[in-house]
């Protein structure tokens, strides 16, 4: 189906509502229903001038910046207060829903100088799931939804729904001066490898979130540039090695331990200790990435070369990215996977969502979106992912 975004004004119904912290003694000289303040009315007296909201794969951190007017009653809003914002929601049906998908509390409040407007900086619950200053133990025998529902019960943060995992730890382990968002994810990574399934860890407006990713979606939302249907704005393709697996220098070679023993070197075969394949190229555009490739299994200099050459060839390949806008659907989520089709730039093709900022201002709403070829997934959750499988591996003798 396409949907038509141009003249339906419940996609322009997006509500802002400041709720006063617990201990704020403020007097609120406005318009109140239970202790709720309106600040975005879509009656040309908002409050509120302008919102961006900035989502990540990489965290479950979500911050909104707003720009208030300079005419801004003093303390109105403090750091501490809750801000929640509700907005129209598409589903792949075409039905608009407004559901709240942002609430986080006040953490800064900046006066502009020169216009005097305020800055608002507000973040969810995911910063504090960030934050490495807890302590605490993942029991042997428990699964990632048991460790995740008990540290969270305890730690008091709000659960929306948890995916029920199914693989048990072979044994414990002790997270000191860590994050609740690194230990929850270091267990799901696990779970991801024991079960060959993909999960994600996110922050809903309500709680927590751990949820199966389906590897085959069957229904994915399709931006296509056209004539007929511009609903992509200035597609941008670029390149990327900020892939951990990126690697241009590939270096074969065989295990001194198996020499010690009495096996055949690559020197036995009248070739060097090490062969190294390059792949000059990329080298020259962003430096050397190399990688060591244990070849004791080839017996001819021509098969190493052969397989560190094939190695490269995939491990040289940057990740594509895309950047476009689209109008605000607010169902799009990162690690969600939408279909590109831009024929005249040749962009057409499966991605991920890698970052994604919703922009309100003006009558105007859009998401900016990044999206790439492969999930990113960052180096420390890479060396968290290696140190979890190798105490695995351990605890069952390997």
């Known amino acids: 189906m396409v949907l038509e975004i141009s003249s339906n004004s419940l996609l322009r119904d997006y509500k802002v509502v400041l709720n006063k912290r617990v201990n704020s003694n403020e007097t609120v000289n406005v318009s109140q229903q239970s202790g709720e303040v309106y600040l975005l009315l879509g009656d040309g007296h908002n409050i509120i001038n302008s919102i961006?909201?900035?989502?990540d794969a990489d965290t479950p951190l979500i911050e909104t910046s707003m720009i208030a007017r300079g005419t801004l009653e003093k303390d109105l809003i403090v750091n501490g207060d809750m801000i929640s914002i509700s907005a129209p929601v598409v589903d792949f049906e075409g039905n608009i829903t407004?559901?709240?998908?942002?609430?986080?509390?006040?953490?800064d409040n900046i006066e502009e100088p020169t216009t005097g407007e305020v800055r608002l900086i507000i973040r969810n619950l995911g910063h504090w799931l960030t934050r490495d200053t807890f302590f605490f133990t993942l029991n042997a025998g428990e699964t990632a939804t048991e460790f995740i529902r008990r540290i969270a019960?305890?730690?008091n943060i709000p659960i929306h729904t948890l995916a029920q995992t199914t693989y048990r730890m072979k044994k414990g382990k002790v997270y000191e001066n860590a994050s609740y968002y690194d230990a929850f994810l270091d267990v799901l990574s696990i779970s991801m490898q024991q079960e060959d399934k993909d999960y994600n860890l996110y922050i809903s407006p309500v709680g927590l979130v751990v949820e199966e990713l389906n590897r085959f979606p069957g229904k994915m939302w399709v931006f296509e540039t056209s004539f007929r249907t511009p609903t992509m704005i200035n597609p941008i393709r670029t390149r990327s090695i900020s892939d951990p697996d990126f690697a241009n220098v590939a270096i074969g070679y065989r295990p001194v331990a198996q020499n010690v023993l009495g096996g055949a070197g690559l020197d036995s075969l009248g070739v060097a200790d090490s062969i190294t394949v390059t792949d000059p190229n990329s080298v020259k555009q962003f430096g050397s990435f190399p990688i060591s490739i244990d070849t004791s299994q080839f017996n001819t200099e021509e098969e190493v070369r052969d397989h560190l050459k094939k190695t490269i060839s995939k491990k040289s390949q940057e990740i594509e990215k895309v950047s476009f806008s689209t109008f605000a659907l607010n169902s799009l989520r990162p690690l969600q996977r939408v279909i590109l089709i831009d024929r005249a730039s040749g962009i057409v093709g499966e991605y991920f969502i890698k970052h994604l900022t919703t922009k309100i201002r003006d009558n105007d709403f859009k998401h900016d979106l990044t999206v790439t070829?492969?999930?990113?997934?960052?180096?420390?959750?890479?060396?968290?992912i290696i140190s979890s499988n190798t105490d695995v591996l351990g605890s069952l003798g390997v």
């Open 98 to 107: 407004n559901l709240m998908v942002f609430r986080g509390y006040v953490f």
């Open 153 to 155: 019960t305890v730690a």
């Open 52 to 55: 961006n909201i900035e989502y």
């Open 373 to 384: 070829k492969r999930r990113n997934i960052p180096r420390n959750i890479i060396d968290q």
